[in-house]
């Protein structure tokens, strides 16, 4: 027993220490409350550490560690950089830490995780175990922002798709409004008020037409009057002449000579109208009063086609509008289809524009490390004692180890003793029961080494625990 626990025990100066260091890292949410700033990254823990597990332990990154430490070396000779990175990852632990100490922190659930380097030279554990922590922090800083700027660059572009989206719905509703104007539904008060009016403007136009016509008429009955033969002829000049003079006076200024050339013919034509003789008595009254009517006939006649212009287009308008009364109103699903589309692509539109505000605020946030992060709680250790051999572990195996011993030597010497203990073996060799009592027969100086043996059987066992007690409990405090 007392060997086979020795020689465990002594491993602890045979075997390579192996010293750890360890990191915590604490998980914190946004800093600003989710009621005010909505987080556009999903936090999820478990797959949190792993990506970011998958990240920090790459090839590449711990390459760079191996090289930069020069780790490994007779296992980068004999086998490779390959060899060595494999070692290197399988020294490092990355495990979730439960904080069931903290307030309000449901069962079962953790947030921190634990970093953890192990290496035969305890300053070389730390540095390398500080430098992972780094790369760690770094990385999920790195891929949280990287996160939310891609959901922002996502909903500016679904942002571009919706507002097209309104504008083509947009254009579908005028197109149909432009293509059925005036039978839309709704639009029967309108074309009916419409038509109302049209036809009081073409009535006051059709008065003031066929009161014009009479005008004409009494103009042209008066001109049929027959008048002498030179106050004709120079009422025919005068007529004339007055229509040239307007002519020139719509081209040229009052100085034109031309223009005045004719005036003055006016003026003296109408002086020789003035001096001619007097037919009972009022003939220049009536020659007055047959200019004014040639002058009134002539502006009536040019204002005629206007006004029949005007007529038709009034009539034209009222039939149209006439036209479309007597048609039925197309059905109202076809239009209201297509504004429930407007409506629903803006408000899709809508949705969307308040959704990027939220994740551009949010993508802020995490560019000023507002969002979910780690915290360094405690910095990498410099380790002390070595996590292997561990003292307490080789306690147990040498306690194990010299159980295993000390039954295994007991047991070979039971089968090795040449003697009979008892009746069950007498029977298992053949013989006969006897109804008979050999009683023991010892000298006295039989009896008394008997007695001194157990005695030092028992003070060997009591020192023996002895031993291994003090051992260990020494054991214990050199790991701690």
Request: hydrophobic letters at 40%.
């Amino acid at each position: 027993m007392l060997l086979g626990w020795a020689g465990v025990i002594s491993l602890r100066w045979v075997l390579p220490p192996e010293y750890q260091s360890q990191a915590l890292l604490l998980i914190e949410h946004q800093s600003v409350p989710q009621s005010y700033v909505q987080p556009n990254v999903t936090f999820n823990p478990s797959e949190l550490l792993q990506s970011m597990g998958q990240e920090v332990l790459s090839h590449d990154r711990l390459a760079e560690v191996v090289r930069r430490h020069q780790l490994y070396p007779a296992i980068q000779k004999r086998q490779g950089m390959e060899a060595a990175i494999i070692r290197l990852r399988s020294r490092i632990a990355i495990q979730p830490v439960s904080l069931d100490s903290l307030p309000l922190m449901p069962a079962g659930e953790w947030s921190a995780v634990g970093i953890a380097f192990t290496d035969s030279s305890a300053e070389r554990a730390q540095q390398i175990d500080g430098e992972l922590t780094t790369m760690f922090i770094q990385e999920n800083l790195r891929s949280t922002q990287q996160a939310s700027a891609q959901t922002t660059a996502f909903l500016e572009q679904q942002l571009q798709q919706a507002q097209d989206a309104v504008a083509q719905a947009q254009q579908k509703v005028q197109s149909y409004e432009r293509s059925h104007l005036g039978v839309l539904p709704g639009q029967d008060q309108g074309n009916l008020a419409m038509v109302l009016n049209l036809q009081n403007e073409l009535a006051q136009s059709l008065q003031a037409r066929s009161q014009l016509q009479q005008e004409i008429a009494t103009d042209r009955a008066l001109l049929q009057q027959a008048p002498s033969p030179e106050t004709s002829r120079l009422q025919q000049q005068l007529a004339a002449l007055q229509a040239k003079a307007r002519d020139l006076s719509t081209r040229y200024t009052d100085r034109y000579p031309d223009l005045q050339q004719v005036r003055q013919q006016i003026s003296d034509i109408q002086a020789q109208l003035a001096q001619a003789p007097k037919a009972e008595g009022s003939t220049a009254e009536s020659t007055m009063a047959l200019t004014q009517a040639r002058s009134q006939l002539q502006a009536d006649e040019a204002q005629l086609p206007h006004l029949q212009t005007q007529v038709a287009n009034l009539q034209h308008q009222l039939d149209l509008y006439q036209h479309r009364l007597t048609l039925a109103p197309l059905p109202a699903s076809e239009l209201a289809a297509l504004e429930a589309q407007q409506q629903q692509t803006q408000a899709a539109y809508q949705s969307v524009a308040s959704k990027l505000d939220a994740s551009q605020m949010a993508s802020q946030l995490e560019q000023q490390q507002g969002g979910a992060q780690f915290r360094l709680v405690n910095s990498p250790d410099l380790p002390k004692q070595p996590v292997w051999p561990s003292p307490n572990a080789l306690i147990l195996i040498g306690i194990g180890a010299g159980l295993a011993l000390g039954f295994g030597a007991c047991a070979l010497a039971e089968l090795g003793r040449d003697c009979i203990s008892g009746e069950a073996e007498l029977m298992q060799l053949g013989f006969t029961p006897i109804l008979a009592f050999v009683p023991a027969l010892g000298s006295r100086g039989e009896r008394k080494r008997r007695r001194t043996q157990r005695t030092l059987e028992w003070i060997a066992a009591f020192a023996v625990i002895l031993i291994l007690a003090a051992g260990n409990i020494w054991m214990w405090r050199l790991g701690h």
